[in-house]
Each structure stands twice: as C-alpha cells, then as structure tokens.
C-alpha cells in the first residue's frame, strides 16, 4: 500500500476555494425570502462543511421554509448563483494552483460535499482539473461528512489505506479521522500553500 506521506487529500469549499462567503450569501439571499436572516456566525457554526439536504434540515429547526420540492427548485437556483460568481471570479488563488503544480511526487485527491456541476468548471476554469487522481464529489456517497464515507471511497479510488487531509470545517475533520486519514485544518483558503508546505516539512 502507498505510504501515508504519498497521498494529499483537499477539500474545495473553504480549503481550495474561497467559496464559502459565497456559500453563505446564496443562503442569505434564499432565505430572505421567508423573512429569516441568516448571519456569517450563524453560517459558520453549522453551514460549513455539510451538504445541502442537512442544512436544510437544520435551517428546517430555525425558520419556516418551503417544502422539499419548491426547496429543491430554489436550491437550483442558488447554486447557479454560487456557480455563476465563482466562474465570474475564480475563487482559488494563484498561489494555490502554483503550489498544486508543485506536487507531481503526490498522490493528489478531492472530497467534497459540493456537487460536480459546481465544482468540476471552476476547476478547470483554474486549470488545476487534471492535477487530481481521483475525486469525490457530494452525490457519490449516501452518507456525507462527518460520516467516513467521502474518504473511504476517495482511498479506494487512489488505493491506499490513509493520507493526509485538509480540510476547514468540524465535519470535514471528523470524516476524515474515521476513515483513518490524518486531518489538518485549513482556516482560510489563502494560509493553504504554507499549510500544506509546512506539512510535508515534517514528514
């Protein structure tokens, strides 16, 4: 099996791309609608990291929302938005995509609980697609972050056993660890050059 050291794993939102103040500005607007403001604190604690069904079942406890169906018809919509801003401004810095072209002697993969539709053309907006080995988006597992599930399939994929993960978010964190990968939290988007410098320093 391909030592630890081997394998890099990125989260996208909050790790590769500074999406998440997109993230929660689409959430905002949604929910304007139904007269609930929705704060980046708020955002934050529980919007970070975790896929679109369980943010609704959490917002479902806070405000009063559509139903399922003309929620997913909205959520369509938001995600356009989200998608259209990031292809409008790419959301991954220069530094990032130079550093990820520095890593030929890695293993490189992507879990994500976007889905591929917004993710996969900002990628290669970037120009950084093809520098993945393998990549799992949000609608390839049942059970999404925390749950072990992304990261299993992702070690699949690359077969191997474990790695090192970076990720911004509790539930990132946590799926990580119980797939047996070695999580490093990422704060901020722009600090994840030196992170993952520093990382491999210490290998």
């Given at each position: 099996?391909?030592e630890m050291?081997?394998v890099?794993?990125f989260?996208y939102d909050g790790?590769?791309?500074d999406?998440?103040?997109l993230h ?5 607007a949604l929910?304007s609608r ?9 955002y ?7 896929d679109?069904?369980q943010?609704?079942k959490?917002?479902?406890k806070?405000a009063?929302l ?5 929620f997913?018809?909205?959520n369509?919509e ?6 259209d801003w990031?292809?409008a401004?790419?959301?991954?810095s220069?530094e ?8 030929d002697a890695?293993?490189?993969g992507l ?8 993710v ?5 907006a970037?120009?950084?697609?093809d520098?993945?080995?393998a990549m799992v988006?949000?609608?390839?597992v049942?059970?999404p972050k925390p749950?072990p599930?992304p990261?299993?399939?992702v070690?699949?994929k690359?077969g191997?056993?474990t790695g090192?993960?970076?990720e ?12 047996g990968?070695r999580?490093i ?5 722009k600090?994840l050059?030196?992170i993952?410098?520093q ?5």
């Amino acid at each position: 099996m391909t030592e630890m050291r081997d394998v890099l794993i990125f989260d996208y939102d909050g790790v590769l791309a500074d999406t998440e103040p997109l993230h929660w500005k689409s959430w905002a607007a949604l929910l304007s609608r139904y007269g609930f403001e929705l704060a980046w604190e708020d955002y934050c604690t529980f919007g970070r990291g975790v896929d679109d069904a369980q943010m609704y079942k959490t917002l479902q406890k806070r405000a009063l929302l559509p139903g399922t169906g003309d929620f997913l018809s909205q959520n369509r919509e938001r995600k356009q938005m989200v998608r259209d801003w990031c292809l409008a401004d790419i959301p991954i810095s220069h530094e990032t995509v130079a550093m990820l072209k520095t890593l030929d002697a890695y293993g490189i993969g992507l879990v994500t609980s976007s889905g591929r539709l917004e993710v996969e053309p900002v990628l290669r907006a970037a120009q950084i697609y093809d520098r993945f080995d393998a990549m799992v988006f949000g609608e390839e597992v049942s059970t999404p972050k925390p749950s072990p599930a992304p990261y299993q399939l992702v070690a699949q994929k690359l077969g191997v056993d474990t790695g090192i993960a970076f990720e911004d978010s509790e539930p990132g964190l946590s799926s990580a660890r119980a797939a047996g990968f070695r999580a490093i939290k990422v704060d901020h988007p722009k600090d994840l050059p030196r992170i993952v410098a520093q990382s491999l320093s210490e290998l």
